[in-house]
Structure formats: structure tokens, C-alpha cells
């Protein structure tokens, strides 16, 4: 239903947008929003039809993130610990919705893909970087949704092989169906499935007051002892939680739904919803898991998300094992969708091919052949490769990913303070060190991990040497920031005005970035880094693999 209530043309300001497929009258799952529509939303009925028309990429990349992996590290959390480490939770709703809503902004004001915008301001290096690693590491991803698969269909009783075949064959189906709209219906579908983890949660009876104790008063389970074990843990919950691929999916998945400024409260708002799914979702999760395992011999001794469901079975019957399993399954397609067509958008956003979903699969050949083809291969893996390896692909994908959450984050804040390419969108001073602050959070955790998985007998010692040491140098960092920022000339102060009606120009009007000395010194650091630690991680997973 269109909630069209004024057509007064107007002429299309020249932007960057790369497919004109992204040019349009904005077709979503539940409304309409015409291109030439540009009347104020009065009224609560017309500001609730044009949120429902809007709802869409925050709902779907933040319900996608609780996934296959997602279902394993927070029922680890809660079969290990309880709910001890439900306030990680909490800590992460202010980092999600500052990362995505800074995604949220490049997407609507610049029309094109964080891929893109990294190769064409930061050179080939960097762009062709973020696309082979966004590659290789939704690859893995994948296939862990697909391990998410055989899990549920194990419980269910269902043969691994058709299941996995039906799974890829639903996955792919529905995104070739040449049509934004049929997609995003099957998406959101899947998303309302989600919220079966709230009867779960009721049926299993968790403690709710030790649970809204435990969100709120952070602790550390075990005592110093178990320092490195539970610091891990912690590390795989920010990792499952704030994922690279979340970047690129979301930023390129508006520009496809062709949102534009104007409805960027719409966005956030969209926004906002996943983000309340995400996190009660997970926290039920942590809750009936604490709930279905306290005072029974698998207190502490998780193995995967199968033991979950077999464990929610004999704490509260059949029903709720079958429920929790097809849960699973549901969130490993999500989350199949959703990595699938981040890395299809953002190599089609590189490479200049016709990238979206409003086209058929004949006018986006090559497009619709990237999200297939990495379904269909990481299905084989699945169904080829033995447990062991399985394991150490899950594995792989937690650490890789922890490694490169810090560049993808640092490229982030970097965009969204490019006044090239977002003029008056660009970010404030508060979002900046607040940004600045949980990128320093998160090359701290980084390195905690790499060094964990080179050496698996890491002390807590070693791990509270690591955080200071890091803590010291974000402390001179942010001096140095500070005292440049004093003593500099004054900065000009941004024009917000108007800026509903402002995007990008083209790509090739813009005036490429300076690079300062200090920036310059930071990346060279930030490359180093990322090289050193994913060469040694790689070495690492190689020896293991051969040891088994």
C-alpha cells in the first residue's frame, strides 16, 4: 500500500549511486514511498505507514547477527557461567547502533558501498584489502551457518544431506526472484521467526530477578583463574555481536532499498527495532540456557548448539528442544541471507557490475552468481569436510573476525568524517570519541585474541599486560589528538542546513582525502598489524589442522 501524499516532481540531484536500479520509488515489504513524494509526514497514521515502508535493513542485519555462531557463543555464556555475562549485552547496544547508524548515513547520503568508498578515498590497497578479506571471511562465515543447519537438522531428526540441499536451495530461490519486495517479505518473515526464542524462554523458567541483576552489575565469573577463559568468551560475544560484514550488508542493502536522507530518522528508528530483537533475543538465549543447565553435569561443559536443545529437553520437554532447533535453523538462514548478499553487493560495488535486487537474475548475471555460488560452495564444504575440520573453521572465522572488526571500524569513523563525501552528514565531535574509544576497546580485545590463539596457555597475567599496555597507548593517543586539536587552526564548523536534500556528487568530482603524517604513520601501523596477526593466525590454524 503506497502512503503517497503528495506527487510534486522534482529533479533528481546529481549523486554517486553506481546502478540506476538504485534510483526509484522505494518498494519495501510493508509500504510503498514514491520517488517524487516529498510532503511532510503529519500525523501518526502517516509517520506509522512510512516507518513500515522504511523497516527493513536494520530489522534484517541485526535479526541476521544472531545467528548459527550467535546461538553457540551465548549458549556457551550461559551453560558455562550462568548469567554472569549478561551485561556484555548491555555494554554493546550503545556500540551497535553508533556503528550501523554511522552505515546507516553513508548508505542514504552517498549511494554507494562501503567497498567502494574505501577503494576510491583510500586507493587500491586498502579497497582491494576490504574485498578479499570480506570474501574469505563470509566464506567461513557461511559455512557456519550451514554447520547451524546440520545441528538443527541432527536434533530434528531430519538427514543432513537433504537438509543442507533445502536450506541453500531456499536461500538462493528467494533472492532470485528478480523482485526487492518478494525478498524482503521472505527476509522479514524470517526475522518475526526470530521471536521464538521468547517462549523458550518462558517455558524454561529462568530466574528473571537474578537475570535483571546480572544485565545491569558487571562481574567476572570464576575469579582470576579463569581471567584468560572468560576474557575469550567475551572477546567471541562483542565478535558475534559486531561483525564486519554487518558494514557492508547494511550500508549497501539502503542504497538498494534506495533510502535516501530524508527518511533517516525512519532508518534509525528501523534501526532501533533490530537492535531491541538482537539484544533480547540473546539475552533469552543466555537466560534459558543458565536455566535449562544449573546444577546438572553439563553446568560448564558446552559442546555445541545440538547439546543445547538436548538439554532444554530434559529441563522443560520435547516441545522446547523442537522449538529451540527450529530457531536455529531459522537463523542460520538468516544469516546465510544476509553474509551472502553483503559480499555479492560489495564486489558488484567494486567491479562495477549491475548489483541489485531489483534487477532478474539476466540483468545481474555476475551479481547473482556471487550470492549463489558461495552458497552452494560453502554447502559442499559442509557436507564434504569432517566435524574436526568443521570445528576448526568455526574457529577460524571467530578469530578472523576479531581481527578485523578494528580496521573495519577505524574505516568507518574515517568515511563518516570525510566532508567530501558527507558534506553536512559528517560525524560530530561526541560520536567521534565515542567511536574513537570503542575502536581502542576493540584493537585491545584484537590483540588478546590473536595472542591467545598463537599461545593457548596465555595467563591472565599476560592478558592484564596486554590491556595496559594498550590502555597506556590509547591514553597518549587521545593526548595527542587532544593537544593537535588546541593548537591547530580552528576547524570550520559544518553547515547542517538543508541537509535532507544533500548526496554525494560523483565518485570522480570529489577531492581525494589529505593524509596527515599522523594518519599516515596510523595506518602503516594499522596494515603491519592486520598482515602480522592474520599471517600468524593462518600458520597457526595450518599446524593445528595438521596435527589432527
Not at 553506481?18 to 519495501?28: F, T
Not at 526472484?177 to 521468547?198: M, N, Y
Not at 560452495?377 to 564434504?384: G, P, Q, S
Not at 578472523?400 to 570525510?418: I, T, Y
Amino acid at each position: 500500500m503506497s502512503n503517497t501524499t503528495n506527487t510534486v516532481p522534482v529533479p533528481a540531484p546529481r549523486s554517486a549511486v553506481l546502478d540506476d536500479a538504485h534510483v526509484g520509488d522505494i518498494r519495501g515489504a510493508m509500504g510503498t514511498i514514491r520517488m517524487n513524494d516529498t510532503a511532510p509526514r503529519r500525523g501518526l497514521s502517516a509517520k506509522l505507514k512510512t516507518l513500515l515502508a522504511i523497516v527493513g535493513p536494520g530489522l534484517i542485519v541485526m535479526v541476521g547477527d544472531n545467528d548459527a555462531g550467535a546461538f553457540g557463543t551465548y549458549g556457551q555464556a550461559g551453560q558455562n557461567y550462568g548469567t554472569q555475562l549478561l551485561w556484555t549485552l548491555l555494554m554493546l547496544v550503545p556500540v551497535l547502533y553508533v556503528n550501523q547508524e554511522m552505515v546507516l548515513r553513508l548508505g542514504a547520503v552517498t549511494g554507494v558501498g562501503h567497498a567502494r568508498l574505501i577503494l576510491e578515498r583510500f586507493g587500491k590497497f586498502w579497497g582491494a584489502f576490504s574485498v578479499i578479506d570480506l570474501f574469505l571471511l563470509n566464506a567461513l562465515t557461511l559455512v557456519t551457518e550451514f554447520i547451524g543447519v546440520t545441528l538443527a537438522a541432527g536434533y530434528l531428526g531430519l538427514p543432513k544431506v537433504a537438509s543442507v540441499i533445502l536450506a541453500a536451495t531456499i536461500i538462493i530461490a528467494s533472492a532470485f526472484t528478480g523482485s526487492f519486495r518478494r525478498f524482503e517479505r521472505i527476509a522479514i518473515a524470517l526475522c518475526v521467526g526470530s521471536l521464538l526464542l521468547v517462549p523458550i524462554y518462558f517455558m524454561a523458567h529462568p530466574k528473571t530477578s537474578q537475570m535483571t541483576h546480572d544485565f545491569v552489575v558487571p562481574q567476572m565469573p570464576g575469579g582470576s583463574g579463569q581471567l584468560a577463559t572468560v576474557m575469550l568468551l567475551i572477546i567471541s560475544v562483542i565478535g558475534t555481536t559486531v561483525a564486519p560484514w554487518q558494514l557492508f550488508f547494511q550500508q549497501s542493502y539502503v542504497i538498494d532499498k534506495r533510502i535516501t536522507p530524508r527518511f533517516m530518522k525512519y532508518g534509525q528508528a528501523d534501526l532501533w527495532i533490530g537492535i531491541v530483537i538482537v539484544i533480547v533475543g540473546a539475552a533469552a538465549m543466555m537466560g534459558f540456557t543458565a536455566a535449562a543447565f544449573a546444577g546438572t553435569h553439563g553446568f560448564g561443559q558446552f559442546t555445541d548448539a545440538a547439546g543445547i536443545a538436548e538439554g532444554l529437553e530434559a529441563h522443560a520437554g520435547k516441545l522446547v528442544g523442537v522449538l529451540f532447533a527450529i530457531a536455529l535453523l531459522d537463523a542460520s538462514i538468516v544469516g546465510a541471507f544476509a553474509v551472502s548478499l553483503s559480499t555479492a553487493y560489495a564486489i558488484g560495488d567494486v567491479f562495477g557490475m549491475k548489483h541489485s535486487l531489483h534487477r532478474d537474475v539476466a540483468g545481474a548475471k555476475g551479481f547473482y552468481a556471487v550470492y549463489a555460488g558461495l552458497v552452494v560452495v560453502a554447502a559442499a564444504i559442509v557436507l564434504l569436510a569432517s566435524d574436526s575440520t568443521l570445528g576448526l573453521l568455526t574457529q577460524g572465522v571467530q578469530v578472523l573476525a576479531g581481527v578485523l572488526l578494528p580496521s573495519a571500524s577505524v574505516f568507518l569513523l574515517l568515511l563518516c568524517n570525510d566532508k567530501e563525501a558527507l558534506g553536512p552528514w559528517v560525524n560530530g565531535p561526541k560520536t567521534n570519541a565515542f567511536t574513537s574509544a570503542v575502536i581502542g576497546i576493540l584493537v585491545t580485545l584484537s590483540v588478546i585474541l590473536t595472542a591467545s590463539v598463537l599461545w593457548p596457555d596465555l595467563s591472565s597475567g599476560a592478558i592484564l599486560d596486554i590491556m595496559a599496555g594498550c590502555g597506556v597507548v590509547g591514553v597518549l593517543v587521545a593526548g595527542y589528538s587532544f593537544t593537535r586539536r588546541r593548537t591547530g587552526t580552528k576547524e570550520d564548523q559544518v553547515d547542517r542546513t538543508g541537509r535532507e536534500d544533500w548526496r554525494m556528487p560523483p565518485l570522480k568530482t570529489l577531492a581525494k582525502p589529505v593524509m596527515s603524517t599522523a594518519r599516515k604513520i596510523g595506518m602503516g601501523a594499522l596494515r603491519t598489524y592486520l598482515l602480522v596477526a592474520m599471517v600468524l593466525v593462518v600458520i597457526k590454524i595450518v599446524q593445528v589442522a595438521i596435527s589432527q
